[in-house]
């Protein structure tokens, strides 16, 4: 990316928003007079400077001058009130002070002071010191906007990238899909099952948005199992199961090491959305906490979804005999915390079956 992608506002031609407070009238007219010398300026003028912070405070000014001396709020501790506000931290401010105040000046400046200008006026001194002060604005300005505009560039840049990642695990998805009887619209329904059993378990958002993208990919490494099993229409010989059993470690194979934080999810769950909470499943026969909690979470929706699908090999079972199947396997086949949010959602179970049917 260029510069030039990113075009920054001009502030040199805007017009810049002056405010001077001065208890004496006769210095507000100096100054604002004063003021109108310099290029794209407006001035508003106060001499109750409780009234003037007020102003300054629900309307930002380019610059601020402030006289030291006046009743009521002296300069300084205006200048301590409108510093505090963290938005003022970067609007510079003259203060107005005798020459030989230099405990006043050491004490504005802790207190927020950018620079000083001295009694009398001088013309000689106040028009350059003010041009400064908001050419240093216009620049602190033109900086924010362009931190602005990079951010802005960063955000969609990733999103892109997201959606990249997104398009690239959907078009794998379905590049098994051909192989596999299973149909699109099962990896659609296991995939909400997941994100919503990972959001009731108190995963944050961007775990389960990624977890929905992620969980289509758990059956990618059926590409590497021989139709003759994949599509047997009856049951599979012990040989032909351990054949089959082989998906899993050939999904991880395909995804593992990604750059990508999708990608290397789909990798975990490929080769754990088999394993059995008894530590009975396969291909390494994790246990119980053992088995990463996303597979855990896969297991439930790809079985729950797997039972009530039809397949060549298969009719479809009914909502009720896979919730029990479920039931019984809790503790054993499934982690139980996943088998009680999933069924505890049962209307929106039923809410995602409709929305994605065959």
């Not at 350059?128 to 604005?137: E, S, T, W």
């Not at 999103?159 to 098994?176: F, G, P, Q, S």
């Not at 040989?239 to 991880?252: L, T, V």
Request: net charge negative.
């Amino acid at each position: 990316m260029s510069d030039a992608d990113f075009p920054t506002t001009d502030y040199r031609n805007q017009t810049m928003r002056v405010v001077i407070i001065d208890d004496t009238p006769v210095n507000l007219a100096l100054m604002q007079a004063l003021v109108a010398r310099v290029e794209n300026c407006e001035s508003r003028t106060f001499a109750d400077p409780q009234e003037g912070l007020a102003h300054c405070m629900s309307t930002q000014p380019d610059l601020l001058i402030v006289d030291y001396m006046m009743p009521g709020l002296d300069g300084i501790e205006l200048i301590r009130r409108f510093r505090a506000e963290p938005d003022n931290q970067d609007v510079p401010i003259l203060m107005v002070t005798a020459a030989h105040e230099k405990e006043v000046r050491y004490q504005a400046l802790e207190g927020g002071a950018t620079d000083f200008l001295s009694k009398p006026i001088d013309k000689n001194e106040f028009i350059p010191r003010a041009r400064n002060m908001l050419r240093l604005r216009q620049h602190a300005l033109m900086l924010a906007n362009r931190a602005d505009e990079l951010a802005d560039a960063v955000r969609r840049a990733t999103a892109d990238i997201h959606e990249r990642e997104r398009e690239t695990v959907t078009r794998l998805a379905k590049a098994a899909e051909f192989r596999d009887p299973e149909t699109g619209s099962h990896i659609h329904r296991m995939a909400h099952f997941s994100a919503m059993i990972g959001r009731e378990l108190g995963l944050d958002h961007a775990t389960c948005d990624m977890l929905l993208a992620a969980a289509p990919m758990h059956d990618v490494g059926k590409l590497g199992t021989p139709d003759a099993i994949l599509l047997k229409p009856g049951r599979l010989t012990p040989d032909e199961f351990e054949i089959m059993k082989r998906h899993a470690s050939i999904g991880h194979e395909i995804l593992k090491d990604s750059a990508s934080p999708v990608l290397r999810m789909a990798a975990e769950i490929a080769l754990t959305h088999h394993e059995k909470f008894d530590g009975s499943g396969y291909p390494g026969g994790l246990a119980g906490e053992g088995i990463p909690l996303i597979g855990r979470i896969v297991a439930v929706a790809d079985v729950f979804d797997a039972l009530t699908s039809a397949r060549p090999y298969k009719r479809a079972w009914t909502l009720e005999d896979a919730r029990g199947f479920l039931e019984q396997g809790r503790g054993a086949h499934f982690d139980p915390a996943c088998v009680d949010v999933f069924l505890a959602q049962w209307d929106a179970v039923l809410a995602i079956r409709a929305r994605f049917q065959d």
